[in-house]
């Protein structure tokens, strides 16, 4: 499976943008994930969804400004980021795998990556 992510930009303090992740090739793994990595840092968990139904999970830090769904008939999942802060400044990954309940929150759980998309929270 091979993934495109796109969406990423500049925006404002306290604004929005909607990122989506699109699967070519075949259909998604049991859980699309995604993840943020901010210069200097470590790629951390942002949230995550099972592709064929079920309880979406996202990280304490950002729960209430960020909000993920699919679309089965475009392949493509979205993660919605609301609320933005200059903190979350980093580039935005989506990721795929037939990760389990211990796994879904880490990278170990998503052996396919897309390139990335750079989001940018600045005035």
């Known amino acids: 499976v091979q993934l495109q992510a796109s969406g990423g930009g500049l925006v404002q303090p306290g604004g929005s943008l909607r990122l989506s992740c699109a699967a070519s090739?075949?259909?998604?793994?049991?859980?699309v994930g995604w993840f943020r990595q901010a210069p200097g840092k470590e790629r951390e968990f942002v949230g995550t969804?099972?592709?064929?139904?079920?309880?979406?999970h996202y990280t304490d830090s950002m729960k209430g400004r960020v909000t993920i769904s699919r679309d089965r008939a475009k392949n493509t999942v979205y993660l919605q980021l609301d609320g933005l802060k200059p903190e979350d400044t980093a580039v935005y990954f989506c990721?795929?795998?037939?990760?389990?309940?211990?796994?879904?929150?880490?990278?170990?759980?998503?052996?396919?990556w897309g390139q990335g998309t750079l989001v940018t929270v600045s005035s």
């Open positions: 990721a795929t795998g037939n990760a389990i309940y211990s796994t879904m929150r880490t990278t170990r759980g998503y052996p396919y």
């Open positions: 090739g075949r259909t998604f793994d049991r859980y």
């Open positions: 969804i099972p592709w064929n139904g079920g309880n979406t």
